[in-house]
């Protein structure tokens, strides 16, 4: 079961719609990313894909997952 929901900033920018996100760590509930996105959906998918470059977020999304959690956006 995914934990989704926006608790952030929306901002306008040139007419299109910009999400500020924070990625907790479900098990302590403090914040471990700050983001941006447009589609919030789409960018937790890329997130637990694990297929961004920072190797830190890399590794703590990928140590959640390999506990059956994932990160609360």
Known sequence: MTRFGICAAKVVIMSETAYVYALEDPRT???M??????DP??????HMACSQRNEQLRQWVSELSDKGEEPVM
């Open 41 to 46: 959906q789409s960018r937790f998918q890329t």
């Open 33 to 38: 990313y700050v983001g941006a996105t447009v």
């Open 29 to 31: 509930g403090v914040p």
